[in-house]
């Protein structure tokens, strides 16, 4: 059974950090390009990071460079999203993501809210 479970949600005052984990099995995550995403009421999912098989490559959404990191560690088959300097705007629930040709596996989210 193909799952991705996230955790490390929760409220945070603006300024804080908070790290993100999503847990996968039931598939070969190292052959995966795994991201994460965040929705906020009313808006779309968007992409927040993006990391390749290996780790080599990184990608960030504009608005979290500098701020946030994504890693992952294909022994534990979990990838993280380190989140610094958060801001109101970072509200969302955060959902991890793990794609290939033909092939997408979603996780049920995590709420983050930063607010003081």
């Known amino acids: 059974q193909v799952q991705l479970v996230e955790s490390g949600g929760g409220l945070v005052q603006p300024g804080g950090s908070l790290t993100l984990s999503c847990a996968a099995s039931?598939?070969?995550?190292?052959?995966?390009?795994v991201g994460w995403y965040r929705q906020a009421p009313g808006k779309e999912r968007d992409e927040v990071a993006v990391?390749?098989?290996?780790?080599?490559?990184?990608n960030y959404a504009d608005s979290v460079k500098g701020r946030f990191t994504i890693s992952r560690d294909n022994a534990k088959n979990t990838v993280y999203l380190q989140m610094n300097s958060l801001k109101p705007e970072d509200t969302a629930v955060y959902y991890c993501?793990?794609?290939?040709?033909?092939?997408?596996?979603w996780g049920q989210g995590t709420q983050v809210t930063v607010s003081s």
């Open positions: 993501n793990a794609a290939r040709a033909g092939s997408s596996h």
């Open positions: 039931g598939f070969i995550f190292s052959i995966y390009v």
């Open positions: 990391i390749t098989t290996t780790g080599g490559s990184t």
